[in-house]
Protein backbone atom coordinates (compact mmCIF):
# COMPACT_ATOMS: atom_id res chain seq x y z
CA UNK A 1 0.00 0.00 0.00
CA UNK A 2 1.14 3.58 -0.75
CA UNK A 3 0.12 7.01 0.58
CA UNK A 4 0.35 10.13 -1.68
CA UNK A 5 -0.31 13.45 -0.51
CA UNK A 6 -3.50 14.65 -2.33
CA UNK A 7 -2.69 18.29 -2.08
CA UNK A 8 0.70 17.83 -2.72
CA UNK A 9 0.96 14.75 -5.22
CA UNK A 10 4.68 15.85 -6.64
CA UNK A 11 5.86 14.47 -3.52
CA UNK A 12 5.58 10.81 -5.00
CA UNK A 13 4.40 7.81 -3.16
CA UNK A 14 4.91 6.76 0.33
CA UNK A 15 5.62 2.93 1.08
CA UNK A 16 3.27 1.94 3.91
CA UNK A 17 4.92 -1.23 4.61
CA UNK A 18 6.74 -3.52 2.74
CA UNK A 19 5.28 -7.15 1.36
CA UNK A 20 6.12 -9.62 3.63
CA UNK A 21 5.26 -13.68 3.02
CA UNK A 22 2.41 -14.01 5.27
CA UNK A 23 1.19 -11.15 6.34
CA UNK A 24 -1.80 -8.97 5.33
CA UNK A 25 -2.64 -5.00 6.32
CA UNK A 26 -5.11 -2.80 5.41
CA UNK A 27 -4.94 1.00 5.60
CA UNK A 28 -7.58 3.60 6.34
CA UNK A 29 -6.67 7.52 6.52
CA UNK A 30 -7.99 9.50 9.58
CA UNK A 31 -7.05 13.46 10.41
CA UNK A 32 -3.38 12.26 9.99
CA UNK A 33 -3.62 9.04 11.85
CA UNK A 34 -3.64 5.80 9.86
CA UNK A 35 -5.73 3.15 10.93
CA UNK A 36 -4.58 -0.73 10.25
CA UNK A 37 -6.01 -3.96 9.76
CA UNK A 38 -2.97 -6.78 9.92
CA UNK A 39 -2.21 -10.45 10.97
CA UNK A 40 1.44 -8.70 11.84
CA UNK A 41 2.53 -9.79 15.15
CA UNK A 42 2.50 -6.39 17.52
CA UNK A 43 4.22 -5.61 20.40
CA UNK A 44 2.11 -5.77 23.64
CA UNK A 45 4.04 -4.45 27.04
CA UNK A 46 7.22 -6.38 25.39
CA UNK A 47 6.10 -9.09 24.08
CA UNK A 48 5.32 -10.10 20.29
CA UNK A 49 1.68 -11.89 19.72
CA UNK A 50 1.63 -14.46 17.22
CA UNK A 51 0.53 -14.21 13.51
CA UNK A 52 -2.84 -15.43 13.47
CA UNK A 53 -6.21 -13.23 13.58
CA UNK A 54 -6.36 -9.59 12.31
CA UNK A 55 -5.27 -6.76 14.99
CA UNK A 56 -6.45 -3.10 15.13
CA UNK A 57 -2.97 -1.03 14.79
CA UNK A 58 -3.17 2.54 14.79
CA UNK A 59 0.29 5.19 13.53
CA UNK A 60 1.33 8.55 12.40
CA UNK A 61 0.99 9.14 8.70
CA UNK A 62 4.19 10.46 9.17
CA UNK A 63 5.72 7.72 10.65
CA UNK A 64 5.45 4.65 7.99
CA UNK A 65 6.68 1.39 8.75
CA UNK A 66 5.25 -1.42 11.70
CA UNK A 67 8.07 -0.77 13.69
CA UNK A 68 5.77 2.68 14.33
CA UNK A 69 2.41 0.43 14.52
CA UNK A 70 0.73 0.34 18.10
CA UNK A 71 -2.19 -2.14 18.68
CA UNK A 72 -5.58 -0.40 19.79
CA UNK A 73 -6.64 -3.28 22.45
CA UNK A 74 -10.31 -4.07 21.62
CA UNK A 75 -10.49 -7.11 23.45
CA UNK A 76 -14.10 -8.83 23.67
CA UNK A 77 -12.84 -12.01 22.46
CA UNK A 78 -13.77 -11.32 18.63
CA UNK A 79 -12.32 -12.00 15.53
CA UNK A 80 -11.91 -8.63 13.31
CA UNK A 81 -12.43 -9.00 9.91
CA UNK A 82 -13.55 -5.68 8.37
CA UNK A 83 -13.75 -2.01 9.44
CA UNK A 84 -15.42 1.30 7.75
CA UNK A 85 -13.75 4.50 9.21
CA UNK A 86 -16.23 7.68 9.33
CA UNK A 87 -15.40 11.27 10.52
CA UNK A 88 -17.49 10.29 14.26
CA UNK A 89 -17.16 6.95 14.63
CA UNK A 90 -14.92 3.44 13.70
CA UNK A 91 -16.99 -0.15 12.74
CA UNK A 92 -15.27 -2.73 13.45
CA UNK A 93 -16.71 -5.78 11.69
CA UNK A 94 -16.43 -8.82 14.17
CA UNK A 95 -16.85 -12.52 14.32
CA UNK A 96 -17.84 -14.01 17.78
CA UNK A 97 -17.80 -17.75 17.69
CA UNK A 98 -18.76 -17.71 14.06
CA UNK A 99 -21.30 -15.03 14.99
CA UNK A 100 -21.34 -11.55 13.31
CA UNK A 101 -21.24 -8.83 16.37
CA UNK A 102 -20.36 -5.30 15.16
CA UNK A 103 -18.35 -2.99 17.56
CA UNK A 104 -18.73 1.01 17.37
CA UNK A 105 -16.01 3.23 18.86
CA UNK A 106 -16.52 6.66 19.19
CA UNK A 107 -13.88 9.20 17.49
CA UNK A 108 -11.10 9.97 18.58
CA UNK A 109 -9.87 6.65 20.02
CA UNK A 110 -6.87 5.72 22.50
CA UNK A 111 -5.55 3.11 22.72
CA UNK A 112 -7.01 0.89 25.54
CA UNK A 113 -10.77 0.22 24.55
CA UNK A 114 -12.83 -1.41 26.99
CA UNK A 115 -13.99 -5.25 25.90
CA UNK A 116 -17.04 -4.52 27.91
CA UNK A 117 -18.70 -1.87 26.55
CA UNK A 118 -22.12 -2.06 28.37
CA UNK A 119 -19.92 -1.42 31.34
CA UNK A 120 -17.27 0.56 30.90
CA UNK A 121 -16.17 3.14 28.23
CA UNK A 122 -18.75 4.56 27.20
CA UNK A 123 -16.98 5.31 23.74
CA UNK A 124 -17.03 2.03 22.33
CA UNK A 125 -20.24 -0.09 22.25
CA UNK A 126 -21.79 -3.22 20.49
CA UNK A 127 -24.32 -2.56 17.81
CA UNK A 128 -27.37 -4.39 18.69
CA UNK A 129 -28.77 -7.09 15.81
CA UNK A 130 -31.93 -8.71 15.12
CA UNK A 131 -32.24 -12.22 16.78
CA UNK A 132 -30.29 -15.23 15.57
CA UNK A 133 -28.61 -13.02 12.86
CA UNK A 134 -25.98 -15.03 11.36
CA UNK A 135 -25.01 -13.16 8.17
CA UNK A 136 -24.06 -9.29 8.26
CA UNK A 137 -22.59 -7.09 4.79
CA UNK A 138 -21.81 -3.76 4.99
CA UNK A 139 -23.75 -1.39 2.65
CA UNK A 140 -22.84 1.35 0.35
CA UNK A 141 -21.28 3.45 2.95
CA UNK A 142 -19.24 5.41 1.19
CA UNK A 143 -19.60 9.08 2.64
CA UNK A 144 -17.17 9.83 5.09
CA UNK A 145 -18.88 12.38 7.30
CA UNK A 146 -21.97 10.20 7.79
CA UNK A 147 -23.32 9.40 11.35
CA UNK A 148 -25.36 6.16 9.17
CA UNK A 149 -24.19 3.02 8.78
CA UNK A 150 -25.92 0.73 6.53
CA UNK A 151 -26.14 -3.03 6.55
CA UNK A 152 -27.67 -5.97 4.96
CA UNK A 153 -28.62 -8.48 7.59
CA UNK A 154 -30.59 -11.85 7.42
CA UNK A 155 -30.44 -15.70 8.87
CA UNK A 156 -31.92 -18.76 8.18
CA UNK A 157 -34.89 -17.42 9.98
CA UNK A 158 -35.02 -13.73 8.56
CA UNK A 159 -35.42 -12.87 5.18
CA UNK A 160 -32.84 -10.50 4.18
CA UNK A 161 -33.29 -7.10 5.12
CA UNK A 162 -31.38 -3.69 4.77
CA UNK A 163 -30.98 -1.56 7.62
CA UNK A 164 -29.85 1.81 8.19
CA UNK A 165 -28.17 3.05 12.15
CA UNK A 166 -28.16 6.26 13.14
CA UNK A 167 -24.72 6.37 15.38
CA UNK A 168 -25.29 9.56 17.00
CA UNK A 169 -29.64 9.30 17.95
CA UNK A 170 -29.18 4.81 17.98
CA UNK A 171 -32.19 4.66 15.93
CA UNK A 172 -32.37 1.90 13.44
CA UNK A 173 -34.38 2.19 10.67
CA UNK A 174 -35.69 -0.91 8.24
CA UNK A 175 -35.49 0.06 5.21
CA UNK A 176 -36.69 -2.66 2.90
CA UNK A 177 -37.28 -6.35 3.26
CA UNK A 178 -36.81 -9.54 0.63
CA UNK A 179 -40.64 -10.31 0.03
CA UNK A 180 -41.15 -13.93 0.44
CA UNK A 181 -44.45 -15.49 -1.52
CA UNK A 182 -46.60 -16.61 1.27
CA UNK A 183 -44.97 -15.04 4.03
CA UNK A 184 -43.97 -11.41 3.19
CA UNK A 185 -46.43 -11.03 0.32
CA UNK A 186 -49.70 -11.76 -0.28
CA UNK A 187 -50.21 -15.28 -2.83
CA UNK A 188 -53.76 -14.47 -4.32
CA UNK A 189 -56.23 -17.04 -2.37
CA UNK A 190 -54.16 -17.78 -0.08
CA UNK A 191 -53.32 -15.81 3.59
CA UNK A 192 -49.76 -14.29 4.37
CA UNK A 193 -48.23 -16.39 6.63
CA UNK A 194 -48.15 -14.83 10.40
CA UNK A 195 -44.86 -13.42 10.70
CA UNK A 196 -43.49 -12.52 13.82
CA UNK A 197 -42.23 -8.74 14.65
CA UNK A 198 -38.33 -8.49 14.56
CA UNK A 199 -36.82 -8.28 17.95
CA UNK A 200 -33.79 -6.85 18.58
CA UNK A 201 -32.97 -8.46 21.45
CA UNK A 202 -34.14 -9.03 25.07
CA UNK A 203 -35.11 -6.19 27.27
CA UNK A 204 -32.49 -6.79 29.49
CA UNK A 205 -29.82 -6.83 26.99
CA UNK A 206 -31.58 -3.91 25.29
CA UNK A 207 -30.90 -1.69 27.94
CA UNK A 208 -27.59 -2.66 28.86
CA UNK A 209 -26.70 -2.09 24.91
CA UNK A 210 -28.71 0.64 23.60
CA UNK A 211 -29.37 3.91 24.66
CA UNK A 212 -32.76 5.20 26.48
CA UNK A 213 -33.84 6.66 23.29
CA UNK A 214 -32.90 3.87 21.27
CA UNK A 215 -35.45 2.13 18.89
CA UNK A 216 -36.41 0.17 15.57
CA UNK A 217 -38.37 2.19 13.32
CA UNK A 218 -39.98 0.05 10.40
CA UNK A 219 -40.13 0.39 6.59
CA UNK A 220 -41.51 3.57 6.09
CA UNK A 221 -41.16 5.02 9.38
CA UNK A 222 -43.89 2.71 10.65
CA UNK A 223 -44.01 -0.30 12.60
CA UNK A 224 -41.43 -2.86 12.68
CA UNK A 225 -43.76 -5.56 12.24
CA UNK A 226 -43.90 -5.05 8.29
CA UNK A 227 -40.39 -6.99 9.03
CA UNK A 228 -40.92 -10.83 9.00
CA UNK A 229 -38.84 -12.66 11.69
CA UNK A 230 -40.04 -16.52 11.34
CA UNK A 231 -38.50 -17.54 14.82
CA UNK A 232 -42.02 -19.11 15.40
CA UNK A 233 -41.99 -21.48 12.23
CA UNK A 234 -38.52 -22.38 13.00
CA UNK A 235 -35.75 -22.77 14.89
CA UNK A 236 -31.46 -21.77 14.88
CA UNK A 237 -29.03 -23.69 17.33
CA UNK A 238 -25.63 -22.35 17.60
CA UNK A 239 -24.07 -25.90 19.26
CA UNK A 240 -20.41 -26.23 19.40
CA UNK A 241 -18.85 -30.08 18.39
CA UNK A 242 -15.73 -31.49 19.89
CA UNK A 243 -13.33 -32.67 17.11
CA UNK A 244 -10.97 -35.40 17.19
CA UNK A 245 -8.26 -33.68 18.72
CA UNK A 246 -10.84 -31.77 21.27
CA UNK A 247 -11.17 -28.33 19.54
CA UNK A 248 -14.84 -27.23 19.70
CA UNK A 249 -16.12 -26.80 15.94
CA UNK A 250 -19.20 -24.32 16.14
CA UNK A 251 -21.99 -26.48 14.78
CA UNK A 252 -25.22 -24.22 13.44
CA UNK A 253 -28.40 -26.33 13.13
CA UNK A 254 -31.88 -25.28 11.36
CA UNK A 255 -35.04 -26.66 11.88
CA UNK A 256 -38.63 -26.71 12.34
CA UNK A 257 -41.06 -27.07 15.57
CA UNK A 258 -42.75 -29.53 13.89
CA UNK A 259 -39.70 -31.24 14.38
CA UNK A 260 -39.19 -34.13 16.65
CA UNK A 261 -35.97 -35.04 18.04
CA UNK A 262 -36.23 -38.13 18.01
CA UNK A 263 -33.41 -39.73 16.15
CA UNK A 264 -35.55 -40.52 13.08
CA UNK A 265 -34.94 -37.81 11.09
CA UNK A 266 -33.49 -36.79 7.67
CA UNK A 267 -30.69 -34.27 7.59
CA UNK A 268 -28.54 -32.06 5.19
CA UNK A 269 -24.72 -31.38 6.52
CA UNK A 270 -22.98 -28.45 4.80
CA UNK A 271 -19.29 -27.07 4.84
CA UNK A 272 -16.69 -25.77 3.01
CA UNK A 273 -13.61 -25.06 5.02
CA UNK A 274 -11.22 -23.21 2.85
CA UNK A 275 -9.34 -20.21 2.17
CA UNK A 276 -10.76 -18.18 5.10
CA UNK A 277 -13.95 -18.00 3.89
CA UNK A 278 -17.13 -17.65 6.06
CA UNK A 279 -19.89 -20.48 5.17
CA UNK A 280 -22.68 -19.07 4.13
CA UNK A 281 -25.90 -19.03 6.58
CA UNK A 282 -27.87 -16.29 5.21
CA UNK A 283 -31.63 -16.45 4.66
CA UNK A 284 -32.24 -19.09 1.11
CA UNK A 285 -35.83 -19.39 0.62
CA UNK A 286 -34.95 -22.57 -1.07
CA UNK A 287 -34.26 -24.81 2.22
CA UNK A 288 -37.84 -24.41 3.48
CA UNK A 289 -38.93 -26.97 1.00
CA UNK A 290 -36.85 -28.86 3.35
CA UNK A 291 -37.47 -27.18 6.61
CA UNK A 292 -41.21 -28.32 5.52
CA UNK A 293 -41.03 -31.91 5.19
CA UNK A 294 -38.57 -31.79 8.69
CA UNK A 295 -35.53 -31.97 7.47
CA UNK A 296 -32.44 -30.76 9.75
CA UNK A 297 -30.30 -28.41 7.98
CA UNK A 298 -26.69 -28.40 9.90
CA UNK A 299 -23.85 -25.98 8.59
CA UNK A 300 -20.28 -27.19 9.75
CA UNK A 301 -18.12 -24.46 10.54
CA UNK A 302 -14.51 -26.13 10.25
CA UNK A 303 -11.27 -25.10 10.54
CA UNK A 304 -9.74 -23.96 7.20
CA UNK A 305 -12.85 -20.99 6.82
CA UNK A 306 -12.91 -17.40 8.62
CA UNK A 307 -15.44 -18.12 10.98
CA UNK A 308 -13.18 -17.45 14.16
CA UNK A 309 -10.32 -15.08 12.15
CA UNK A 310 -7.30 -16.23 10.69
CA UNK A 311 -5.93 -18.57 12.74
CA UNK A 312 -8.70 -20.68 12.43
CA UNK A 313 -8.25 -20.61 8.70
CA UNK A 314 -4.95 -21.19 8.99
CA UNK A 315 -5.15 -24.39 11.51
CA UNK A 316 -7.04 -25.90 8.41
CA UNK A 317 -5.00 -25.27 5.26
CA UNK A 318 -1.48 -26.69 3.85
CA UNK A 319 -0.41 -29.45 6.02
CA UNK A 320 -3.50 -28.79 8.50
CA UNK A 321 -6.11 -29.77 5.96
CA UNK A 322 -7.07 -33.13 7.88
CA UNK A 323 -8.35 -30.82 10.57
CA UNK A 324 -10.95 -29.63 8.48
CA UNK A 325 -12.19 -33.35 7.11
CA UNK A 326 -11.96 -34.55 10.88
CA UNK A 327 -14.01 -31.66 12.06
CA UNK A 328 -16.74 -32.50 9.70
CA UNK A 329 -16.65 -36.07 10.71
CA UNK A 330 -16.95 -34.97 13.78
CA UNK A 331 -20.28 -32.99 13.23
CA UNK A 332 -21.42 -35.54 11.30
CA UNK A 333 -21.08 -37.63 14.40
CA UNK A 334 -22.69 -35.27 16.06
CA UNK A 335 -26.07 -35.26 14.69
CA UNK A 336 -26.22 -38.89 14.67
CA UNK A 337 -25.38 -39.04 18.55
CA UNK A 338 -27.58 -36.51 20.13
CA UNK A 339 -30.51 -37.62 17.73
CA UNK A 340 -30.82 -34.55 15.34
CA UNK A 341 -30.52 -37.02 12.37
CA UNK A 342 -30.87 -41.04 11.26
CA UNK A 343 -27.73 -42.42 10.55
CA UNK A 344 -29.53 -43.74 7.18
CA UNK A 345 -31.14 -40.46 6.54
CA UNK A 346 -27.92 -37.84 7.04
CA UNK A 347 -26.85 -36.49 3.89
CA UNK A 348 -24.10 -33.84 2.70
CA UNK A 349 -23.35 -31.30 -0.10
CA UNK A 350 -20.45 -29.60 -0.58
CA UNK A 351 -19.55 -26.94 -3.27
CA UNK A 352 -16.24 -26.56 -4.95
CA UNK A 353 -13.32 -26.61 -2.02
CA UNK A 354 -16.65 -27.83 -0.16
CA UNK A 355 -16.81 -30.98 -2.44
CA UNK A 356 -13.15 -31.62 -1.83
CA UNK A 357 -14.23 -31.61 2.42
CA UNK A 358 -17.29 -34.17 1.67
CA UNK A 359 -15.45 -36.49 -0.69
CA UNK A 360 -12.58 -36.66 1.42
CA UNK A 361 -14.97 -37.21 4.55
CA UNK A 362 -16.48 -40.17 2.26
CA UNK A 363 -13.30 -41.82 1.49
CA UNK A 364 -12.26 -41.92 5.52
CA UNK A 365 -15.95 -42.78 6.36
CA UNK A 366 -17.90 -44.52 3.48
CA UNK A 367 -20.75 -45.43 5.82
CA UNK A 368 -21.11 -41.99 7.46
CA UNK A 369 -23.76 -40.57 4.64
CA UNK A 370 -26.83 -41.63 2.96
CA UNK A 371 -26.18 -39.67 0.23
CA UNK A 372 -24.25 -36.67 -1.05
CA UNK A 373 -23.96 -34.07 -3.41
CA UNK A 374 -20.98 -32.78 -4.80
CA UNK A 375 -21.77 -29.20 -6.98
CA UNK A 376 -18.56 -28.50 -9.60
CA UNK A 377 -16.06 -30.27 -6.79
CA UNK A 378 -12.49 -29.92 -6.36
CA UNK A 379 -11.77 -33.17 -6.20
CA UNK A 380 -8.70 -34.36 -8.08
CA UNK A 381 -6.05 -31.90 -6.06
CA UNK A 382 -2.95 -34.10 -6.80
CA UNK A 383 -3.11 -34.11 -9.99
CA UNK A 384 -4.82 -30.39 -10.25
CA UNK A 385 -1.79 -28.72 -8.38
CA UNK A 386 0.77 -30.83 -10.39
CA UNK A 387 -0.58 -28.65 -13.70
CA UNK A 388 1.28 -25.36 -12.76
CA UNK A 389 -0.32 -24.75 -16.88
CA UNK A 390 -3.57 -24.51 -15.25
CA UNK A 391 -4.44 -20.08 -14.39
CA UNK A 392 -4.62 -21.35 -10.33
CA UNK A 393 -2.58 -23.81 -9.78
CA UNK A 394 0.26 -21.14 -8.47
CA UNK A 395 -1.95 -18.91 -6.54
CA UNK A 396 -3.33 -21.93 -5.13
CA UNK A 397 0.38 -23.01 -2.80
CA UNK A 398 -0.70 -20.74 -0.84
CA UNK A 399 -3.98 -22.49 0.68
CA UNK A 400 -3.07 -26.08 -0.15
CA UNK A 401 1.15 -26.50 -0.82
CA UNK A 402 3.37 -27.19 -3.95
CA UNK A 403 3.28 -30.80 -4.44
CA UNK A 404 6.90 -30.55 -5.79
CA UNK A 405 7.67 -30.34 -2.44
CA UNK A 406 8.05 -34.48 -2.23
CA UNK A 407 6.66 -33.61 1.80
CA UNK A 408 3.61 -31.61 0.82
CA UNK A 409 3.00 -34.14 -1.98
CA UNK A 410 2.51 -36.75 0.44
CA UNK A 411 0.46 -35.17 2.58
CA UNK A 412 -1.87 -33.94 -0.50
CA UNK A 413 -2.26 -37.34 -1.93
CA UNK A 414 -3.24 -38.59 1.58
CA UNK A 415 -6.27 -36.95 1.31
CA UNK A 416 -6.95 -36.47 -2.25
CA UNK A 417 -10.39 -37.67 -2.76
CA UNK A 418 -9.75 -39.13 -6.27
CA UNK A 419 -6.48 -40.82 -5.26
CA UNK A 420 -8.03 -42.15 -2.06
CA UNK A 421 -11.44 -44.30 -3.04
CA UNK A 422 -11.62 -47.43 -1.35
CA UNK A 423 -11.78 -50.78 -3.93
CA UNK A 424 -14.63 -53.09 -2.95
CA UNK A 425 -16.45 -50.52 0.19
CA UNK A 426 -20.00 -49.50 0.17
CA UNK A 427 -19.96 -45.64 -1.13
CA UNK A 428 -23.20 -43.20 0.10
CA UNK A 429 -25.26 -42.57 -3.67
CA UNK A 430 -23.58 -39.54 -5.00
CA UNK A 431 -25.29 -36.50 -6.97
CA UNK A 432 -22.17 -35.03 -9.08
CA UNK A 433 -22.46 -31.87 -11.21
CA UNK A 434 -19.60 -30.10 -13.25
CA UNK A 435 -19.37 -26.86 -15.57
CA UNK A 436 -17.19 -27.23 -19.23
CA UNK A 437 -16.90 -23.80 -18.99
CA UNK A 438 -16.03 -23.86 -15.55
CA UNK A 439 -11.98 -21.89 -15.29
CA UNK A 440 -11.30 -22.84 -11.67
CA UNK A 441 -12.07 -26.76 -11.31
CA UNK A 442 -11.98 -28.74 -14.54
CA UNK A 443 -15.07 -31.00 -15.60
CA UNK A 444 -12.60 -33.89 -15.93
CA UNK A 445 -12.33 -34.03 -12.01
CA UNK A 446 -15.89 -34.81 -11.52
CA UNK A 447 -15.99 -37.13 -14.18
CA UNK A 448 -13.06 -38.48 -13.51
CA UNK A 449 -14.02 -39.29 -9.41
CA UNK A 450 -16.98 -40.46 -10.96
CA UNK A 451 -15.79 -42.96 -13.13
CA UNK A 452 -13.24 -44.26 -10.20
CA UNK A 453 -16.03 -44.76 -7.71
CA UNK A 454 -18.04 -46.55 -10.12
CA UNK A 455 -15.12 -48.76 -11.03
CA UNK A 456 -13.77 -49.63 -7.43
CA UNK A 457 -16.71 -49.55 -5.36
CA UNK A 458 -19.32 -52.08 -3.89
CA UNK A 459 -21.78 -52.62 -6.21
CA UNK A 460 -25.09 -52.72 -4.59
CA UNK A 461 -28.59 -51.39 -5.77
CA UNK A 462 -28.32 -48.44 -3.26
CA UNK A 463 -25.47 -46.92 -4.72
CA UNK A 464 -26.22 -44.62 -7.33
CA UNK A 465 -23.91 -42.06 -8.72
CA UNK A 466 -24.85 -39.14 -11.24
CA UNK A 467 -22.48 -36.92 -12.97
CA UNK A 468 -24.65 -34.13 -14.85
CA UNK A 469 -22.74 -31.60 -16.66
CA UNK A 470 -23.82 -28.37 -17.86
CA UNK A 471 -22.70 -27.08 -21.20
CA UNK A 472 -22.90 -23.91 -21.08
CA UNK A 473 -22.48 -22.91 -17.26
CA UNK A 474 -19.27 -21.80 -15.50
CA UNK A 475 -18.07 -22.13 -11.65
CA UNK A 476 -20.68 -20.33 -10.51
CA UNK A 477 -23.97 -21.46 -12.36
CA UNK A 478 -25.36 -19.57 -15.72
CA UNK A 479 -28.35 -17.55 -16.11
CA UNK A 480 -30.89 -16.14 -14.02
CA UNK A 481 -32.78 -18.48 -11.86
CA UNK A 482 -31.06 -21.32 -13.34
CA UNK A 483 -29.90 -22.66 -10.00
CA UNK A 484 -33.56 -22.97 -9.06
CA UNK A 485 -34.14 -26.19 -11.72
CA UNK A 486 -30.39 -27.37 -9.78
CA UNK A 487 -31.62 -27.00 -6.61
CA UNK A 488 -35.16 -28.90 -7.29
CA UNK A 489 -32.61 -31.81 -9.08
CA UNK A 490 -30.88 -31.67 -5.81
CA UNK A 491 -33.52 -31.94 -3.45
CA UNK A 492 -35.43 -34.44 -5.61
CA UNK A 493 -31.98 -36.82 -5.46
CA UNK A 494 -31.97 -36.61 -1.57
CA UNK A 495 -35.72 -37.11 -0.77
CA UNK A 496 -35.21 -40.13 -3.36
CA UNK A 497 -32.07 -41.73 -1.66
CA UNK A 498 -34.00 -41.87 1.90
CA UNK A 499 -37.34 -43.00 0.45
CA UNK A 500 -39.28 -40.09 0.85
Same mark, same amino acid.
Given at each position: ???? /? ?12 ? =? ?19 ? $? ?63 ? !? ?43 ? =? ?16 ? !?? =? ?25 ? %? ?30 ? /? ?8 ? !? $? ?44 ? /? $? ?38 ? /? ?16 ? =? ?43 ? !? ?47 ? %? ?28 ? %? ?9 ? $? ?20
Amino acid at each position: VYLI /DAENPATGLKLVER =RRPGVEYYVEHYHGNLLVLSN $QPACIGGMKTNVGSYQLLKCSADSLGSEYWQEIAVGGGAAIYDMDVFDKHLVLYQLKGGIPCIRI !LDMPISLEVDANSHTGDPHSWILPLPGDVCSVSPGSNIDYYSSTL =RLVVSSPLLPEAVLDYDL !LN =RDCTALQQQEVLGITRQIPGRPVTDSK %TLKFTSPEVKKRFWAANGRLIGIGGGSSDSLA /DLSHIYACEH !L $QVASADGVDIPLTVVYSHNYKRDGSNAALLMGYGAYGEVLDIGWCS /D $QLSLLDRGWVLAFAHVRGGGELGKAWHHSGMMQQKWNSIN /DFISCADFLVQKSYANRR =RLCAKGVSAGGLLVSAAINVRPDLFCAAILKVPFIDICNTMLDES !LPLTIPEYEEWGNPNAVENFHYIRSYSPYDNVHERASYPAMFVTASFLD %TRVGYWEAAKWVARVRELAEKNSNQVVILK %TSMSCGHFGGI $QYHHIKDTAAEYAFLMKMIGA
